[in-house]
């Protein structure tokens, strides 16, 4: 195996219900997510913990469980990256030329039902705003979008408590 084939890294399909409403956008999973073959495996990720506040899920809640309650409430979740080359999980170390984007043309229009797309972290609306905004429709480019911050524990600027008051308030939920 090649160097950079170790790098290389590929994102998840995305995980949406029959209706959904908004769309929250990674980057590109981490390792332990890509090894576990789950968004947001990390146990230290605020994500998870953040859905199960917003969403009244059960602590104890299998992976399939949640995303059955999150698709259910008209959340879907993906990444804006559908590969690049990364060593470890900081989206700090990817390659920017190595970065392939999924396609949003055909799943905005495939799902009009969507009217927020969330950015889980800077570089998800960075690259969203400079790889793919450009190549919608005036329709898909007119649907709101937020940046939020990252669940990622590599974001220690806030602790779980801020960062769940910042995506209640941004996402609408009471």
């Known amino acids: 195996m090649r160097k950079n084939d170790s790098l290389q890294k590929r994102c998840f399909p995305p995980v949406l219900g029959k209706r959904p409403r908004t769309l929250i956008l990674g980057s590109m999973p981490g390792e332990k997510s890509l090894r576990e073959q789950q968004y947001y495996a990390h146990p230290q990720n605020a994500f998870w913990f953040i859905m199960q506040e917003l969403l009244n899920m059960p602590p104890d ?34 390659k920017n030329k190595s970065i392939r984007i999924n396609d949003f043309a055909a799943l905005l229009k495939r799902h009009a039902t969507i009217e927020l797309i969330a950015f889980n972290g800077a570089k998800a609306e960075q690259e969203f705003k400079r790889r793919v905004a450009p190549t919608l429709s005036e329709k898909a480019q007119n649907i709101s979008r937020v940046r939020l911050p990252s669940t990622s524990p590599a974001m220690a600027s806030l602790n779980k408590q801020q960062k769940l008051a910042i995506w209640k308030d941004a996402l609408k939920f009471t």
């Open 61 to 94: 809640s299998c992976y399939q469980e949640k995303l059955a309650i999150m698709t259910q409430c008209g959340i879907a979740l993906w990444d804006v990256l559908q590969s690049c080359q990364r060593e470890g999980s900081l989206d700090s170390s990817i």
